[in-house]
């Protein structure tokens, strides 16, 4: 059952085409993102960030649309996943292409967190731990602890990293797309378990519906602005760890706001390279990501799951 | 033993001080690996993947991942216990408190408990210390030998592994058990009794005592409410009975959802045919907590209701609990009805056994009473 994206809000931005379908994502590829010895290249990565943009927005001016969409007052968060250290988590030319992004729209650096559970865990990925104003900031919830509030929705009941609830005025969810042993797939909808303090909690019965509950939350709903699946290397087996045998460069960025969308091209992408290289299906390998279907069902209604009807724009 | 109430006051004052209980944030912290102690009862799968064996939940776990009850972590395919000698919490109760009314009456239980648990109780009481992970709380640290000292030194008759679920520090327990063994000090396990028949199998031969929460006789309330399931918890429970440790069962009845007469009958049935007429159970008092805010209050009459029940079914020994001053707080003679040992809450108001025997008809009294 496809769900309904009406609960969505509808994207205004001034001087352009107004973003109604809420289900667009924009899959962007290109193989020059990396030079001969397949490391990323840092200027290619930010052109085709501001490809996917442009063509999710559907301008031609990358930055006016950061400008819309993130305001000076604003304190973004960018929520990366970075627990399996240098190998799988979301790539720092990922982030410095957003965070350059952000300051060209008059973001000013003290309001700009790169942020996970923990600062071990952004240190393992490579990141360095910044906690000074006069810097864009890095670290994790340990940081600045949990909510003091128990947060309920369906069958989860959790507290909530202060960076999203105390910190942030917005979100730009940036996870990366890999296997994983227990739920079948981690990209969009998953990458916030780091916000929770119970994670272990809910991963039980394929994480479903717990991973939809979690965004149900409207901390997580109504401040998440931007999704970016960071897709230039994935895993398409022995996830969530980093098993460099199953990685591969699928050099993308998939941009959208409609987290069951991304998801559904996540789980394809991640299926088909499972067939390629004959390996089961997910459901066959017991592990099918049914929360994406319970995601979009009318109860949480966080997006589309239905393929034929995801406004897909590859580029 | 007695002991002053300025001494007690004066042993167990640094642990009052201790007690996290007060702390209502969680303070993320990161928490210290001097104490990182690899896991019991676990195998290594391929690709640095390990199975906990430990609970019946049998958690597969990948490289960097936590088992579900989020204290027990794989790091590149060993398998660690994050809170061996890491409790949250450590205070002096009375015995009662666990309740054990037929273990060492009006004696002090040393009581520790590290964060986590494997089940999520929709109406857990200490769900700030048994739902969040060792970083998230400032932790003690406390090896066994030390535990055994402040034991000793606030003259507890035993530790008690309690307020959280022990089975998820289950070396700890163990390693405090033996040590305590060594020195005189007698250990009780206050348990959901959710764990696989080899670790219980290994505690109960250095435990003198456990109290089971039965939480329910149906596997849906285990299901919706608990996360956890029946079958296991009944299966703990016959494990104990064969290995003859004393055991009491506590039954909280939860208004509309484990208080119908048929199911308190079946369980108590049960109890008898398989565990044996002297097994203690307690009906205890249910108030809205955590998840489950929803609801009253249990009413008075059906805890006495349910004690009914029990004592029709052929349990020697029924009481109603978190109502201090109920009469069914008190242990009576099954034969003659003597009124035995006489509490108001976890006081011991008198108690006229003799040995253990009634002092009226003489019968034997089961419990570890010496």
Redesign the interface.
Request: no cysteine; hydrophobic share 30%; proline share 7%.
């Given at each position: 059952m496809a769900g309904s994206a009406a609960c969505l809000p509808t994207m205004h931005i001034s001087g352009e085409k107004t973003i109604s379908s809420a289900s667009r994502i924009v899959n962007a590829r290109h193989e020059n993102v990396r030079n001969a010895q397949g490391s990323l290249n840092s200027d290619a990565v930010y052109s085709l960030l501001n490809r996917a943009m442009e063509n999710f927005f559907e301008t031609s001016s990358a930055q006016r649309i950061w400008g819309r969409l993130f305001k000076p007052a604003d304190t973004v968060g960018i929520k990366i996943n970075c627990?399996?250290?240098k190998g799988i988590s979301t790539s720092h030319e990922v982030v410095d292409a957003i965070i350059e992004n952000l300051l060209e729209c008059g973001i000013s650096k003290d309001r700009i967190i790169v942020w996970d559970r923990?600062?071990?865990d952004l240190e393992k990925a490579g990141y360095h731990v910044k906690t000074s104003t006069r810097n864009v900031r890095y670290f994790g919830?340990?940081?600045?602890?949990?909510s003091?509030r128990?947060y309920?929705s369906g069958q989860i009941?959790s507290?909530l990293s202060n960076i999203l609830v105390k910190e942030c005025t917005a979100i730009i969810n940036v996870p990366i797309l890999k296997d994983h042993?227990?739920v079948g797939i981690t990209n969009a909808l998953k990458n916030f378990f780091g916000a929770i303090?119970?994670p272990?909690?809910y991963?039980?019965h394929l994480g479903d519906p717990y991973i939809a509950d979690v965004n149900v939350l409207s901390e997580i709903r109504n401040k998440t602005r931007l999704t970016v699946c960071d897709a230039l290397t994935c895993q398409y087996e022995?996830?969530?760890?980093f098993?460099p045998q199953w990685t591969w460069h699928y050099n993308g960025i998939i941009v959208g706001r409609d987290m069951v969308a991304l998801d559904t091209l996540g789980w394809k992408i991640i299926e088909d390279k499972r067939k390629e290289n004959g390996l089961a299906s997910l459901k066959e390998a017991g592990r099918e990501p049914t929360y994406i279907h319970t995601a979009a069902d009318p109860l949480h209604s966080l997006g589309i799951h239905d393929l034929s009807k995801i406004d897909l724009i590859s580029v | 033993m007695i002991i002053s109430r300025r001494k007690f006051m004066k042993d167990t004052a640094l642990l009052c001080s201790l007690s996290p209980f007060a702390q209502s944030a969680l303070s993320a912290s990161a928490h210290s690996d001097d104490f990182l102690t690899e896991a019991r009862y676990y195998e290594k799968l391929p690709h640095r993947k390990i199975k906990c064996n430990l609970c019946p939940r049998h958690c597969v776990i990948d490289d960097q991942e936590r088992g579900y009850c989020g204290v027990r972590e794989n790091r590149d395919g060993i398998y660690y216990t994050l809170v061996h000698s890491r409790p949250c919490t450590a205070h002096v109760d009375p015995i009662e408190k666990k309740p054990l009314f037929h273990f060492h009456p009006g004696s002090l239980a040393f009581s520790i408990a590290t964060v986590g648990c494997n089940v999520e109780c929709k109406f857990c009481q200490n769900w700030q210390i048994s739902q969040i992970r060792p970083e998230q709380i400032d932790n003690l640290e406390l090896p066994p030998e030390k535990i055994v000292r402040l034991a000793q030194k606030s003259h507890s008759r035993a530790i008690a592994y309690t307020y959280t679920e022990p089975v998820i520090f289950t070396e700890y327990m163990y390693d405090c058990a033996i040590c305590g063994n060594e020195n005189g000090i007698k250990s009780v396990m206050i348990s959901n009794g959710y764990i696989c028949e080899t670790p219980m199998r290994d505690l109960v031969k250095v435990l003198h005592a456990v109290k089971i929460d039965l939480k329910a006789f149906t596997e849906k309330f285990y299901r919706d409410l608990v996360a956890g399931e029946l079958k296991p918890v009944l299966d703990t429970l016959v494990l104990l009975k064969e290995m003859n440790v004393w055991t009491e069962i506590v039954y909280l009845i939860i208004p509309t959802h484990n208080d119908s007469p048929n199911e308190l009958k079946d369980m108590c049935r049960w109890i008898v045919r398989n565990l044996g007429a002297d097994v203690p159970i307690h009906f205890t008092r249910f108030y809205p907590q955590y998840r489950m805010k929803n609801l009253p209050p249990t009413p008075v009459s059906t805890l006495v209701n349910a004690r009914k029940i029990a004592l029709e079914a052929g349990l020697n020994y029924a009481y109603v609990g978190n109502i201090p001053g109920h009469p069914g707080e008190s242990t009576m003679c099954p034969n003659c009805n003597e009124v035995l040992i006489r509490r108001a809450g976890y006081s011991i108001i008198e108690n006229n056994m003799v040995d253990t025997k009634c002092p009226k008809c003489d019968t034997l009294i089961a419990g570890v009473w010496k």
């Open positions: 627990l399996a250290g923990a600062n071990v919830t340990d940081h600045v602890g949990y003091r128990l309920e009941g507290f042993g227990i303090h119970n272990n909690k991963h039980s022995g996830g969530p760890p098993m | -």
